[in-house]
């Protein structure tokens, strides 16, 4: 009978040890940085996540990067939204356009492809997270190639999806 009292506090450090919070006051944004990933600055000004391995990073291309934008124009999410259901260059139409108008934030899921050395054609899914922040955003990007993508999803939605604006921050 004891055990059973036991069991949410065990699945509790459990997954507390899986995941850290990780809070960057300058780009204004928090986010659960999982286990063995690492933070390190973007030469554009944003920040890199980078993952455990490095086999992640040759192999299944894994790129996790944050930044800010300033939006510009009329209605900017919705008209970023559209530009992404469509076809553009390499990049096919976004499979999922989910634009929450009441949150200010769009998340987007699509495939881009890319030739890399040996004239090898490589197709990476992305998830990007875009977070209206008055007029500046918060953009996510969490990309890795097809075939591997679905390892890194769990890391990828605390990542991405897990990403919230810091109110009061620098960068908004």
């Given at each position: ?51 455990p391995q490095v086999e992640d990073r040759e192999r299944s ?112």
């Open positions: 009978m004891r055990c059973y009292r036991l069991l949410p506090v065990l699945l509790l450090l459990a997954s507390a040890a899986y995941a850290a919070p990780y809070r960057n006051p300058d780009l204004g944004v928090s986010f659960e940085l999982p286990a063995g990933w690492k933070v390190r600055p973007d030469s554009q000004g944003g920040i890199r996540v980078l993952p291309g894994v790129s996790v990067r944050l930044w800010r934008e300033r939006l510009r124009g009329k209605e900017p999410m919705a008209r970023l939204a559209d530009s992404y259901r469509k076809p553009q260059g390499e990049r096919e139409s976004a499979g999922k356009v989910q634009l929450q108008r009441t949150t200010g934030r769009l998340v987007l899921e699509y495939r881009e492809g890319e030739y890399v050395q040996n004239s090898l054609w490589i197709v990476r899914n992305h998830l990007r997270v875009v977070q209206q922040d008055g007029r500046n955003a918060l953009l996510a990007d969490c990309a890795a190639n097809a075939s591997e993508f679905h390892r890194y999803r769990k890391a990828f939605a605390a990542l991405c999806l897990g990403a919230t604006v810091l109110r009061g921050g620098k960068g908004a």
